[in-house]
């Protein structure tokens, strides 16, 4: 199964009322070991590295956010700012000029997308929620 096309589809629910999306990249992988299930293949594929995703899977699986708080969230090698995180499975993070993160874990994933400077994070995180909830929806 390819799930390079859930990152058309957040994309596209990142849509404002004009049709400008919010998220510019996107990625899901897996809450056990922080495995990508999408590929960098795809031209709007978060490129996060291997150790960079064992560190947010596991936090999210633990419920133990304080790395985050500590060093920030570190994605394509960029550390971005923790900003909060809702009912420990909702992550926000920014880092000004590069942008905004958000993420979201459902029982065996963890969604991320990321909003270029400028861009609507609330967006985002519908999006983001979006995904989620729907992956929770099939049991994972």
Request: glycine share 10%.
């Amino acid at each position: 199964m390819s799930w390079d096309s859930y990152i058309d589809n957040l994309q596209a629910q990142s849509k404002d009322a004009s049709g400008g999306a919010h998220v510019d990249k996107c990625c899901i992988i897996g809450l056990d070991g922080g495995t990508s299930w999408t590929t960098a293949g795809h031209a709007n594929a978060l490129k996060g590295l291997p150790a960079e995703y064992v560190i947010i899977a596991r936090s999210f699986k633990s419920k133990d956010f304080t790395p985050f708080m500590a060093s920030g969230v570190r994605l394509e090698e960029i550390k971005y700012q923790f900003l909060r995180v809702e009912d420990d499975k909702v992550v926000f993070a920014k880092q000004k000029e590069q942008g905004a993160i958000t993420m979201q874990c459902s029982k065996t994933a963890v969604v991320i997308a990321h909003v270029p400077e400028g861009g609507q994070q609330g967006n985002a995180n519908k999006s983001v929620q979006t995904i989620a909830d729907y992956l929770e929806s099939l049991g994972m």
